[in-house]
C-alpha cells in the first residue's frame, strides 16, 4: 500500500475527500471512503470484486493498528526533516532550508501536547512538496496481505484537472491513456505486493507508456473522453513493448557506472548499447546514450590499472602511476555509492544524473586522455606525459593531473635525494635520468661509469640542471671511491634536513624559485668546491698541469736544447736501433744538467722517455718522445685521449725544435767557412748562396716558434688559468683544459682542416733537413780543401827552409787536379743542389703561406703575414698579391688543383728520396 506522498494532491481530492476535512460526500465515513479508493484503483485496473475486498481489509488493518498511528519517535522525526532539508539545498534552496529548520524549531516548541503525529505531518508535506516522484517502480501483483509501506499505488488522471499535463506529453485535450489488465486473465486472489529493491510482474502484465514525460512511468492510466470519462471507457489498449521506468534506467545506468552491463544496456567489445526495441523517446535514449560513456571511461581506466599493476617491469613510477588511478577510482566508487543510496531512496532522475556525473565524467574522461599518452611509458617519460597534461583551465582537472604527477615523482624524488645526497644510484627498473655501469672503477667512474638517460629526463627538468644532479652524484662517488676521502662535505647536514621536508611535487613547480632547485644548487656547489678543493690541494693538480706545459709542449727550453745535443748520436741511428734504458739515462744527464732537477721528486718520477710506433725507414728522430706517466685522481683530467693528445703536440713541436736546432748548428759551420773562403776564393759564390737560404729558412723557423710559444701556447695558457679560476666545479676545469687543448691542436695545425697545410709545413721541413745534408757537405768539402792546400803549403815552406825545392812539377799537377775536381765537381754540385733546393723551399712557402691565408682561423693569418712581412714571396707569387675575397679565394683554392710547375716536380722527387 502506498503512502500518502505516492498519490498526487489531485487523486487524494477526487476520490479521498476525507470527510469532515473539506470533503465533497457530506455524511460517508472515512471507511466508506477507503473502499472507494480501493474499489476505484483496483476494480479500475480490472480487478474484481474478491480482490477489491481483499485489499480494502490489508489497508484497514494497516492504517487501524498502532504501527501506523502511534506516537512515532523523535529520531524518525529528524530523518524526515533532514530529508527535507537535504532536498532543499540539492536545489539550490539554502535559504528555505534555513528557515524549514527554524520553522520547525518553533512548531516543536509550540505543539508539544497539541500534535502527537508531527513526523505524518512532515511526511505528507515533504510528498506534496516533491515535483518528481520520488521512486519508480514497475507495478507487480501483491503476493501478501499486507503490502509493503514502500511500495506504490497505481494512480490516474483527471484530464478535466490535469489538460496541461496531457498537452505536455504530446496527446490531446480530449482524451485520457488508461493502461489495460483485461489481457491478464486473473489475478492472483492473494493480493499484490512490491519488491523493496527490483520489483517485477509474477504474471506477463506489462506496463503501459506514460502519457507525459515528467510522470511515473509505473502508474497506470485510462482513455477517456472529455464528455465522460468516467461512464464510457474506450477499449483497451496494449502497446506491443513496455516502455522502462526512468528508475529502472537509472539503476541500469549505476550498474553501466561500475561497468556491468544490464538487461536493457548490453556491453559488445567494450561498447554499451540500447537495445532499439526498447520503447523510449529519442531524447531519453540520447541521455542514456550520453550517460554511459561514464562506464566506457571507467572501464578503459580500470583495465589500465589492472593490466600494468600485474607488470613488473613496469618500475616503480608506474606503479605510482596505477596506485593514484586507483585513489581516482576509488573517489568515484564513493560517488557511485551515494548514487546508489540515492536510487534506493528514490530520489534520482535521469537529469540529475546527468548534473551528479558530469564532473565525474570530465574527470574520467581526463584519465582516459593520460593514461592513452602515457601507454607504456616509463620512470622519467611516464613523468613527462603527465606534465604535458598540467596545463588545463579547470582547477580541478588540473588539481587531479597533479595528484598523478605527484605520485608519479614520488620515486623520483626518493632516487633523487639518494643520489644527490649518497651518490647512491637505486634505480632497478631504469627509470631514472641517471644511469651507470657496475664494471667501470678507477679514474674512469668520471667520464665512463655514469652518463645521463635523455629518455628519462622528466620535461620540467632542464638540461643544466640534469647535468648539475649527475655532477654531484658523481662527485661524491668519485671523493669516496677515488680520492679516498671521507671528509663531509660543508653544510650537507642543514642540506640533508631541507631535502627531507620537502614535498616531491616541488620537482615539477617550475625552475623560478624553486626551492628543492635551489637546495640541490647550494649542494651541488659545496660539493663541486670540496673536489676542488682535494684536486688542487692533496693531488696538486696545477702543479702536475704546469709540468705537462714544460715537457710536453716544450716549454723548459735549456732541457729541450740540451736533450738536443745529447740525443744527437743516438737518434741519428735507425729507429729500430734504439734502446729506451739508453733514452732514458740521457734524459736523467738532462735532467741533472738544467733547472729541472729543482722540480718536486714527483713529477721528476713521472717524466719518462716513449719510442712512438716504428714504421719502415724510421730514424730515432721520427718515433722519440718524452712522456709523462699519469695515475691517481689526476687522471680524471689528463685522461689517455688527452695525453694522446699532448704526445701529438710533442711531436709537432719537437720536429720544429729540431729544424730550429738543426739550422743553428749549419749557420754556425756556414759562419766558420768565412775564414777558408779568403784562401778558397772559390768558396765565396757558393757559400754567399748557402748563407741566402739558411737565412731565409732561419727567418721562417724563428717566426714559426715564435707564433707557436707565444701566440699559441702562452695566450693558451694565460686563458686556462682564467678559466680555471673561475671554476665551480671539476668538469668545468676539465672543459676549460679540453678547450685549452682542441686550441693547440687547431693552431699547431694538427686538425683535420688543417692537414693539407701540416703536410706542406712537414715538406718544408724535409728541405730544411736537405739543405742542412748539403751544407754539411759544403762543410766538409770545404775543410778537406783547406787541410789539403794547408798541408801543401807547409810542405813547401819546409822544403824551401831545407833548401830545396818546395814544389815539383808532380806536385803542382796533383795540386792543380784537386782544385779543379773540387771547384768543378765538389762546388758545382753543391751550388747546383743549393738552387734546386732554394726555388723548392720558396715555391713550397709560397703554397703555405696561401694556406695559412686562406685558413679561417685568424692567427694563421695573421701567421701569414709575420712570415711574409716584407713580400719577398708575394711578388713572386700573384696569388698572395690578390685581395682576399671570399670569391677570389674559391678561385685561387680551384687553382691549387693545377698541374705542378717544374721545380714543384723536383721539389716533390727530392722529397720522396730516401
Not at 235 to 250: F, I, N
Not at 645 to 651: A, D, E, R
Request: hydrophobic residues 35%; glycine residues 6%.
Amino acid at each position: 500500500f502506498t503512502s500518502t506522498r505516492e498519490i498526487s494532491n489531485q487523486e487524494v481530492a477526487e476520490v479521498f475527500p476525507m470527510n469532515g476535512v473539506g470533503g465533497r460526500e457530506e455524511g460517508s465515513g472515512a471507511t466508506v471512503q477507503l473502499h472507494k479508493l480501493c474499489a476505484h484503483l483496483i476494480g479500475g485496473a480490472g480487478g474484481g470484486q474478491d480482490l477489491v475486498s481483499s485489499h480494502y481489509k490489508s489497508a484497514l488493518q494497516l492504517l487501524t493498528s498502532t504501527a501506523s498511528h502511534g506516537h512515532p519517535g523523535q529520531g524518525e522525526e529528524g530523518t524526515v526533516l533532514d530529508r527535507m532539508v537535504k532536498g532543499l539545498a540539492r536545489a539550490g534552496r539554502e535559504r528555505d532550508a534555513a528557515q524549514l529548520t527554524s520553522l520547525h524549531t518553533k512548531l516543536v516548541s509550540c505543539s508539544k501536547d497539541i500534535l502527537r503525529n508531527r513526523t505524518s505531518i512532515l511526511s505528507l508535506l515533504y510528498s506534496l512538496s516533491e515535483r518528481e516522484p520520488t521512486r519508480n517502480l514497475q507495478p507487480s501483483p501483491f503476493t501478501s496481505s499486507i503490502p509493503n509501506s514502500n511500495s506504490k499505488q497505481p494512480k490516474s488522471y483527471n484530464p478535466s484537472s490535469n489538460k496541461s499535463s496531457l498537452s505536455s506529453s504530446g496527446l490531446g485535450s480530449g482524451s485520457t491513456f488508461r493502461a489495460p489488465l483485461s489481457s491478464h486473465p486473473s489475478l492472483s486472489t492473494s493480493g499484490l505486493s512490491h519488491s523493496a529493491s527490483q520489483p517485477a510482474l509474477s504474471t506477463s502484465f506489462h506496463p503501459p507508456l506514460p502519457p507525459k514525460p515528467r510522470s511515473r512511468p509505473s502508474s497506470l492510466y485510462s482513455v477517456e473522453t472529455d464528455s465522460d470519462s468516467r461512464s464510457a471507457p474506450l477499449p483497451v489498449v496494449r502497446p506491443s513493448d513496455p516502455a522502462p521506468s526512468e528508475q529502472e534506467l537509472v539503476r541500469e545506468l549505476v550498474f553501466v557506472f561500475q561497468g556491468i552491463e544490464g538487461s536493457l544496456i548490453t556491453c559488445r567489445g567494450g561498447n554499451y548499447s540500447l537495445d532499439k526495441k526498447v520503447a523510449m523517446s529519442a531524447h531519453q535514449r540520447s541521455i542514456v546514450i550520453k550517460l554511459c560513456e561514464v562506464g566506457w571511461l571507467y572501464g578503459q581506466v580500470h583495465s589500465f590499472t589492472e593490466r600494468q599493476a600485474g607488470e613488473v617491469s613496469y618500475g616503480l613510477v608506474g606503479h605510482s602511476f596505477v596506485t593514484a588511478l586507483r585513489e581516482e577510482l576509488t573517489e568515484y566508487y564513493r560517488l557511485l555509492a551515494a548514487l546508489e543510496h540515492s536510487v534506493r531512496e528514490g530520489s534520482v532522475t535521469l537529469l540529475q544524473l546527468g548534473i551528479w556525473t558530469r564532473q565525474p565524467m570530465a574527470r574520467l574522461r581526463l584519465l582516459v586522455e593520460v593514461v592513452d599518452s602515457v601507454g607504456m611509458s616509463r620512470g622519467g617519460a611516464l613523468a613527462t606525459q603527465l606534465y604535458q597534461h598540467l596545463s588545463q583551465g579547470d582547477p580541478e582537472l588540473r588539481g587531479c593531473v597533479a595528484t598523478l604527477l605527484s605520485a608519479c615523482c614520488r620515486p623520483l624524488y626518493t632516487m633523487l635525494l639518494r643520489w644527490v645526497l649518497d651518490g647512491s644510484l637505486e634505480d632497478p627498473h631504469n627509470e631514472f635520468f641517471i644511469c651507470g655501469e657496475p664494471g667501470v672503477q678507477g679514474e674512469a667512474i668520471w667520464h665512463h661509469k655514469y652518463s645521463i638517460r635523455k629518455a628519462m629526463i622528466p620535461r620540467f627538468l632542464s638540461m643544466t640542471w640534469t647535468k648539475k644532479i649527475l655532477s654531484t652524484g658523481k662527485s661524491i662517488n668519485f671523493l669516496n671511491s677515488v680520492c679516498k676521502d671521507s671528509s663531509p662535505v660543508e653544510g650537507r647536514a642543514s642540506v640533508i634536513s631541507q631535502l627531507e621536508m620537502m614535498d616531491p611535487a616541488t620537482l615539477f613547480r617550475g625552475e623560478l624559485d624553486s626551492p628543492l632547485l635551489e637546495t640541490i644548487g647550494h649542494l651541488y656547489r659545496s660539493t663541486a668546491r670540496h673536489v676542488l678543493d682535494i684536486m688542487f690541494g692533496k693531488f696538486q693538480l696545477m702543479a702536475h698541469m704546469g709540468a705537462l706545459r714544460k715537457y710536453m709542449l716544450l716549454g723548459q727550453g735549456d732541457i729541450m736544447r740540451y736533450l738536443l745535443d745529447l740525443l744527437e748520436g743516438e737518434l741519428s741511428q735507425p729507429a729500430t736501433q734504439l734502446y729506451p734504458h739508453n733514452l732514458a739515462g740521457i734524459l736523467e744527464t738532462a735532467i741533472r744538467g738544467t733547472n729541472t732537477q729543482f722540480e718536486q721528486q714527483e713529477i721528476l718520477e713521472r717524466l719518462d722517455v716513449r719510442l712512438l710506433e716504428i714504421q719502415p725507414g724510421d730514424t730515432g728522430w721520427d718515433v722519440f718522445s718524452l712522456d709523462y706517466k699519469v695515475i691517481g685522481p689526476i687522471g680524471v683530467v689528463f685522461t689517455p685521449d688527452t695525453m694522446t693528445q699532448y704526445l701529438m703536440l710533442f711531436n709537432t713541436l719537437w720536429r720544429a725544435k729540431r729544424m730550429e736546432w738543426v739550422l743553428s748548428c749549419t749557420w754556425k759551420k756556414l759562419a766558420s767557412l768565412h775564414k777558408m773562403a779568403k784562401q778558397i776564393k772559390e768558396l765565396a759564390p757558393v757559400l754567399h748562396l748557402a748563407n741566402l737560404v739558411a737565412s731565409e729558412m732561419i727567418h721562417f723557423v724563428h717566426q714559426l716558434a715564435y707564433y707557436i710559444t707565444f701566440e699559441v701556447m702562452e695566450c693558451g695558457w694565460d686563458a686556462l688559468i682564467k678559466q680555471i679560476n673561475l671554476a665551480e666545479s671539476l668538469d668545468e676545469v676539465i672543459s676549460a683544459h679540453e678547450e685549452f687543448l682542441c686550441t693547440l691542436v687547431a693552431r699547431a695545425l694538427l686538425d683535420d682542416r688543417s692537414r693539407e697545410v701540416l703536410t706542406q709545413l712537414r715538406a718544408i721541413y724535409d728541405r730544411i733537413l736537405e739543405f742542412q745534408t748539403i751544407a754539411n757537405r759544403i762543410h766538409d768539402d770545404a775543410t778537406a780543401e783547406w787541410d789539403a792546400r794547408q798541408t801543401r803549403d807547409l810542405l813547401i815552406n819546409s822544403k824551401t827552409k831545407s833548401g830545396g825545392y818546395g814544389t815539383t812539377e808532380q806536385m803542382d799537377q796533383q795540386d792543380k787536379d784537386r782544385r779543379k775536381v773540387y771547384m768543378k765537381t765538389k762546388l758545382g754540385s753543391a751550388r747546383a743542389q743549393l738552387r734546386i733546393v732554394s726555388q723548392s723551399y720558396g715555391d713550397m712557402v709560397r703554397t703555405f703561406l696561401f694556406q695559412l691565408t686562406c685558413s679561417h682561423d685568424e692567427s694563421l693569418q695573421c701567421l701569414s703575414f709575420r712570415l711574409d712581412f716584407n713580400a719577398h714571396y708575394k711578388k713572386r707569387d700573384s696569388r698572395l698579391s690578390k685581395p682576399l675575397t671570399f670569391s677570389h679565394r674559391r678561385m685561387s683554392m680551384s687553382g691549387m688543383s693545377t698541374p705542378m710547375t717544374s721545380s714543384q716536380m723536383t721539389s716533390s722527387q727530392m722529397s720522396m728520396g730516401p
